[in-house]
Protein backbone atom coordinates (compact mmCIF):
# COMPACT_ATOMS: atom_id res chain seq x y z
CA UNK A 1 0.00 0.00 0.00
CA UNK A 2 1.04 3.67 -1.02
CA UNK A 3 2.40 5.65 1.81
CA UNK A 4 -0.21 8.96 1.60
CA UNK A 5 1.50 12.29 2.78
CA UNK A 6 1.24 14.44 6.03
CA UNK A 7 -1.08 16.91 4.15
CA UNK A 8 -3.24 13.99 2.46
CA UNK A 9 -6.92 13.46 3.86
CA UNK A 10 -6.76 13.32 7.32
CA UNK A 11 -8.65 10.24 9.11
CA UNK A 12 -9.52 10.72 12.10
CA UNK A 13 -11.69 13.61 14.09
CA UNK A 14 -8.63 14.56 16.38
CA UNK A 15 -6.26 15.15 12.80
CA UNK A 16 -8.79 16.91 11.10
CA UNK A 17 -9.71 19.28 14.37
CA UNK A 18 -5.71 20.02 14.63
CA UNK A 19 -5.63 20.12 11.10
CA UNK A 20 -7.52 23.03 11.72
CA UNK A 21 -5.95 24.30 14.01
CA UNK A 22 -2.67 24.48 12.40
CA UNK A 23 -4.81 26.02 9.10
CA UNK A 24 -5.77 28.85 10.95
CA UNK A 25 -2.55 30.03 12.69
CA UNK A 26 -0.93 29.97 9.25
CA UNK A 27 -4.06 32.21 8.36
CA UNK A 28 -3.71 34.56 11.27
CA UNK A 29 -0.12 35.27 10.01
CA UNK A 30 -0.79 34.90 6.64
CA UNK A 31 -3.81 37.86 6.56
CA UNK A 32 -1.47 39.79 9.60
CA UNK A 33 1.29 40.02 6.76
CA UNK A 34 -1.50 41.34 4.07
CA UNK A 35 -2.83 43.78 6.71
CA UNK A 36 1.01 45.21 7.05
CA UNK A 37 2.34 44.98 3.84
CA UNK A 38 -0.93 45.79 1.66
CA UNK A 39 -0.58 49.25 -0.49
CA UNK A 40 -2.54 50.56 -3.83
CA UNK A 41 -5.60 52.59 -3.65
CA UNK A 42 -7.25 50.16 -1.62
CA UNK A 43 -5.00 50.34 1.01
CA UNK A 44 -7.74 51.84 3.73
CA UNK A 45 -10.25 49.30 2.59
CA UNK A 46 -8.15 46.02 2.85
CA UNK A 47 -6.01 47.24 5.96
CA UNK A 48 -9.28 47.74 7.78
CA UNK A 49 -10.69 43.96 6.50
CA UNK A 50 -7.71 42.31 6.94
CA UNK A 51 -7.51 43.53 10.35
CA UNK A 52 -11.26 42.09 10.88
CA UNK A 53 -10.34 38.84 9.36
CA UNK A 54 -7.52 37.71 11.27
CA UNK A 55 -9.20 38.75 14.65
CA UNK A 56 -12.36 36.36 13.39
CA UNK A 57 -9.91 33.95 12.69
CA UNK A 58 -8.17 34.20 15.98
CA UNK A 59 -11.37 33.01 17.74
CA UNK A 60 -11.95 30.23 15.38
CA UNK A 61 -8.47 28.86 16.07
CA UNK A 62 -8.79 29.15 19.65
CA UNK A 63 -11.83 27.61 19.44
CA UNK A 64 -11.16 24.91 17.99
CA UNK A 65 -8.03 24.37 19.53
CA UNK A 66 -10.15 24.02 22.83
CA UNK A 67 -12.43 21.91 21.39
CA UNK A 68 -9.89 19.67 20.84
CA UNK A 69 -8.25 19.88 24.37
CA UNK A 70 -11.89 18.94 25.48
CA UNK A 71 -12.05 16.13 24.11
CA UNK A 72 -8.81 14.80 25.14
CA UNK A 73 -6.41 15.88 22.24
CA UNK A 74 -3.77 17.88 21.45
CA UNK A 75 -3.56 20.72 19.24
CA UNK A 76 -0.50 21.59 17.55
CA UNK A 77 1.02 24.50 19.22
CA UNK A 78 4.26 25.64 17.26
CA UNK A 79 5.12 27.11 13.95
CA UNK A 80 6.82 24.32 12.84
CA UNK A 81 4.19 21.92 13.72
CA UNK A 82 1.66 24.54 12.18
CA UNK A 83 3.46 24.52 8.57
CA UNK A 84 4.01 20.49 9.09
CA UNK A 85 0.50 19.74 9.34
CA UNK A 86 -1.05 22.89 7.07
CA UNK A 87 -3.24 22.62 4.03
CA UNK A 88 -2.38 26.29 2.97
CA UNK A 89 0.76 27.98 2.33
CA UNK A 90 2.27 30.79 4.46
CA UNK A 91 2.19 34.35 2.71
CA UNK A 92 5.31 34.68 0.28
CA UNK A 93 5.51 38.25 0.81
CA UNK A 94 5.12 39.11 -2.97
CA UNK A 95 1.21 39.10 -3.53
CA UNK A 96 0.12 42.48 -4.62
CA UNK A 97 -3.60 43.73 -2.98
CA UNK A 98 -5.58 41.81 -5.77
CA UNK A 99 -3.52 38.48 -5.15
CA UNK A 100 -3.98 38.94 -1.37
CA UNK A 101 -7.82 38.41 -1.87
CA UNK A 102 -7.26 36.17 -4.01
CA UNK A 103 -5.38 33.84 -2.24
CA UNK A 104 -7.63 34.40 0.82
CA UNK A 105 -10.65 33.29 -1.26
CA UNK A 106 -8.75 29.90 -1.95
CA UNK A 107 -7.30 29.37 1.06
CA UNK A 108 -10.82 29.92 2.90
CA UNK A 109 -12.76 27.82 0.03
CA UNK A 110 -9.78 25.16 1.00
CA UNK A 111 -10.57 25.15 4.70
CA UNK A 112 -13.84 25.12 4.45
CA UNK A 113 -14.09 22.09 2.34
CA UNK A 114 -12.09 20.41 5.14
CA UNK A 115 -14.67 21.38 7.77
CA UNK A 116 -17.10 19.44 5.27
CA UNK A 117 -15.03 16.25 6.26
CA UNK A 118 -14.84 17.17 9.82
CA UNK A 119 -18.95 17.82 10.00
CA UNK A 120 -18.98 14.22 8.77
CA UNK A 121 -16.63 12.87 11.19
CA UNK A 122 -18.23 14.51 13.96
CA UNK A 123 -21.87 13.51 12.70
CA UNK A 124 -20.54 9.53 12.49
CA UNK A 125 -18.81 9.99 16.00
CA UNK A 126 -22.25 11.38 17.53
CA UNK A 127 -20.26 14.26 18.35
CA UNK A 128 -22.44 17.36 18.22
CA UNK A 129 -20.78 20.02 19.20
CA UNK A 130 -17.73 19.56 16.72
CA UNK A 131 -20.18 19.66 14.09
CA UNK A 132 -21.68 22.51 15.27
CA UNK A 133 -18.58 24.02 15.18
CA UNK A 134 -17.44 22.94 11.82
CA UNK A 135 -20.53 23.59 10.49
CA UNK A 136 -20.64 27.86 12.09
CA UNK A 137 -16.91 28.06 10.97
CA UNK A 138 -17.69 26.62 7.16
CA UNK A 139 -20.57 29.54 6.71
CA UNK A 140 -18.63 32.02 8.21
CA UNK A 141 -16.17 31.19 5.96
CA UNK A 142 -18.20 30.95 2.46
CA UNK A 143 -19.52 34.45 3.90
CA UNK A 144 -15.96 36.03 3.77
CA UNK A 145 -15.26 34.41 0.49
CA UNK A 146 -18.38 35.79 -1.31
CA UNK A 147 -17.63 39.11 0.16
CA UNK A 148 -14.38 38.63 -0.94
CA UNK A 149 -15.12 37.73 -4.86
CA UNK A 150 -17.65 40.65 -5.02
CA UNK A 151 -14.89 42.92 -3.98
CA UNK A 152 -12.51 41.53 -7.02
CA UNK A 153 -15.74 41.97 -8.75
Do not use: C
Not at 38 to 65: N, P, R
Not at 97 to 121: C, H, P, Y
Amino acid sequence: MAKTSSKSKTSTLEQILNQQVANLNVLYVKIHNYHWYVKGEHFFTLHVKFEELYDDITLKMDEVAERLLTIKGSPAATMKEYLDIATIQEASGNEDQRKMVQTLIEDFATVAEEMSEGISLAEEAGDHPTADMFIKIKSDLEKHMWMLRSYLG
